[in-house]
């Protein structure tokens, strides 16, 4: 249920520049994660080679595809409108028109999309994209189409992703898939499965094509980036042992950090999610070390209840995550910090809810997301625990977990009136037309006035005010 500085469930139908040749369409959307988004690009490069030009016309496509989410609830009833929408034109205008449901949903519900629903006519786990020209061919036979098998080993390190609606200048880059750490609450060691990390040389190729095409920033995306370890390089006859090859080998995530930055001094660089009993010291260090890695860390706690904490099966105490982020205020005094909460965990109490509200006072975040608790089905909190928060509780509660992080966001936002800060122009602002948006190092987002400036500019900006996450200001280059 780790989260990534864009998690909000929403969708976007993508399109990608169409090769002439292609002649079939594609309608593809995406829904939570951004490595839901990051896998969509992956998805569209796969079929491409299959005769497939996206579009963003729903009624003109031979096959509508859509990336699902299942942290929560509401996640999954989103997906379920959109599919009812997609029957409906299938019904009515396409009727040649194929229905498929890709990642989490298709993991966690596996055939009962097929056998119960009668909704689509292929589901396609998060690692058997590869098989999709398979799963299109028996589904062009008249055939029903499932592979929802998990993978040890799969990272798609050697497809080249497609830029699906780009900006020509931010980027994902996945180095790392699944997760081992079994929080009670989350699905996504279930619907993902184990971690296993990227060659970090073809995410090298992958981030200096990136910079050969013009953009300017790549996040670093996984599931918990921080347990990203790659063993590979060196003979097992140059080593004394086993242990000595693992440690001569190894490339962790703070070796991929500095590697990427020193590659491509003028991009860029975050990263996203973190996990608080996975994150080192060195991580810290590499990002103090270098101009281009963005000072910010997305560092879910989930609770500031060190018995909720135990419950979710969380790995960390407050205190150690306390310790952990001021470490590294003390390495990077600039750093800024996000959250993500979840309220109303079984059993959390109102001493519960008020040890939340302090810590965040305490830590200040930046910015973060908070969600009220929502049980998942097969997950060891649905096993274990009886969902036993009233929803007035759970909503109160949020409301107030909410108001704190504006108040928060506030006084962080606050400390950069007078001061100069580094934009990246991403786009024009959703408010004004006047004005480019774009984040700075921190992450905070920042408008001004657009002058002669465009996006993929890095831009000076003093910041004249602020609201509780948005900072305005003027270039002063």
């Not at 061919?137 to 992703?161: Q, R």
């Not at 973060?368 to 009886?386: C, L, N, V």
């Not at 006047?434 to 465009?454: H, L, T």
Request: proline share 4%; with cysteine; hydrophobic share 35%.
């Amino acid at each position: 249920m780790e989260k990534t500085i864009d998690e909000k469930v929403q969708g976007n139908a993508l399109e990608l520049a169409p090769k002439q040749k292609n002649t079939r369409k594609l309608f593809i959307e995406s829904y939570g994660c951004a490595m839901n988004f990051s896998d969509s690009e992956i998805v569209a490069s796969i079929l491409s080679e299959q005769g497939f030009n996206t579009t963003q016309i729903l009624e003109e496509a031979d096959l509508v595809l859509v990336n699902t989410c299942s942290i929560r609830d509401k996640a999954e009833q989103t997906v379920r409108k959109r599919l009812e929408k997609y029957n409906a034109v299938k019904r009515d205008i396409n009727p040649k028109m194929k229905v498929g449901v890709l990642g989490c949903m298709a993991e966690r519900l596996k055939e009962k999309f097929l056998d119960e629903e009668k909704i689509v006519d292929m589901v396609v786990g998060p690692d058997a994209y590869k098989d999709l020209p398979n799963l299109l061919a028996e589904v062009e036979a008249g055939n029903d189409a499932v592979n929802v098998v998990l993978s040890k080993d799969e990272t798609y390190g050697d497809i080249s992703p497609v830029r699906l609606n780009t900006n020509g200048i931010n980027a994902l880059v996945s180095i790392t898939r699944g997760c081992d750490n079994m929080c009670t609450f989350c699905v996504v060691p279930f619907t993902r499965g184990r971690e296993r990390s990227r060659d970090p040389k073809s995410i090298l190729k992958e981030i200096n094509d990136l910079a050969t095409n013009g953009y300017k920033e790549v996040t670093l995306l996984g599931q918990n980036v921080d347990s990203y370890l790659w063993y590979g390089g060196g003979l097992k006859k140059d080593f004394k042992s086993a242990s000595e090859m693992e440690k001569a080998t190894a490339t962790s995530f703070s070796q991929l950090l500095e590697l990427v930055a020193t590659a491509q001094p003028e991009m860029r660089i975050r990263f996203s999610t973190s996990n608080p009993q996975d994150m080192t010291e060195d991580v810290f260090h590499v990002m103090a070390k270098h101009k281009n890695i963005c000072k910010h860390v997305h560092l879910p706690v989930q609770s500031g209840s060190n018995r909720i904490l135990k419950e979710m099966n969380r790995q960390h105490s407050v205190e150690e995550y306390l310790t952990l982020v001021n470490r590294m205020w003390e390495i990077i005094p600039e750093a800024s910090i996000s959250q993500d909460m979840i309220i109303g965990f079984p059993s959390e109490t109102e001493e519960d809810h008020q040890d939340t509200l302090a810590l965040m006072e305490q830590v200040k975040f930046a910015f973060g997301y908070m969600y009220k608790y929502s049980e998942r089905p097969g997950t060891m909190a649905a096993r274990k625990f009886e969902d036993d928060i009233p929803e007035v509780t759970k909503k109160r509660r949020l409301s107030e977990v909410v108001d704190q992080q504006r108040k928060n966001g506030a006084y962080r936002t606050q400390q950069f009136i007078g001061k100069i800060t580094e934009i990246l122009v991403e786009k024009e602002s959703k408010k004004n037309p006047d004005q480019w948006s774009g984040r700075n190092e921190q992450s905070i987002v920042a408008v001004f006035p657009k002058g002669d400036y465009k996006p993929g500019d890095f831009v000076q900006v003093k910041i004249n005010s602020c609201t509780s996450a948005t900072l305005i200001g003027e270039a002063v280059s």
